[in-house]
């Protein structure tokens, strides 16, 4: 998938069944090769990057308050609406779309970009 790409051309996947997630809690799921967290606070459904750019930690097994996932390793927080760090906003996880369909819970995660290896130099 190209950067140009249109969001809204990523399919939406169905990840678990609607109230399955536990209200505060977060479960963590495989989505387009990617590692995505989606937590319930007992209205709405929020989706994230699993890992946290710290030392990978899984968010998903995080606790969840106000908004925000803390880090289960060291107490990185991140808001669940933009991914940001909650101690430098500059610093973010990816977010996903969310929508319950009929019973299920469904995200919408585009495939990983491609990890750009440096080329060695000539000498």
Same mark, same amino acid.
């Given at each position: 998938?190209?950067?140009?790409?249109? !969001?809204? $051309?990523?399919?939406?996947?169905?990840?678990?069944?609607?109230?399955?997630? !536990?209200?505060?809690?977060?479960?963590?799921?495989?989505?387009?090769?990617?590692?995505?967290?989606?937590?319930?606070?007992?209205? +709405?459904?929020?989706?994230?990057?699993?890992?946290?750019?710290?030392?990978?930690?899984?968010?998903?097994?995080?606790?969840?308050?106000?908004?925000?996932?803390?880090?289960?390793? +060291?107490?990185?927080?991140?808001?669940?609406?933009?991914?940001?760090?909650? $101690?430098?906003?500059?610093?973010?996880? $990816?977010?996903?779309?969310? #929508?319950?369909?009929? $019973?299920?819970?469904?995200? #919408?995660? !585009?495939?990983?970009?491609?990890?750009?290896?440096?080329?060695?130099? !000539?000498?």
């Amino acid at each position: 998938m190209s950067d140009t790409a249109n !969001p809204s $051309d990523v399919p939406f996947t169905a990840v678990a069944k609607a109230g399955a997630i !536990p209200a505060g809690q977060g479960r963590v799921f495989e989505v387009s090769g990617r590692l995505v967290a989606v937590f319930f606070d007992g209205e +709405h459904y929020s989706a994230i990057d699993d890992l946290c750019p710290h030392m990978g930690a899984s968010l998903g097994s995080g606790p969840m308050t106000d908004g925000c996932v803390t880090c289960p390793w +060291h107490a990185w927080r991140f808001r669940l609406s933009d991914g940001a760090w909650c $101690d430098n906003p500059q610093l973010r996880v $990816d977010v996903f779309e969310v #929508r319950v369909a009929g $019973d299920m819970v469904e995200v #919408r995660v !585009p495939p990983a970009k491609p990890v750009e290896l440096p080329t060695s130099r !000539p000498r």
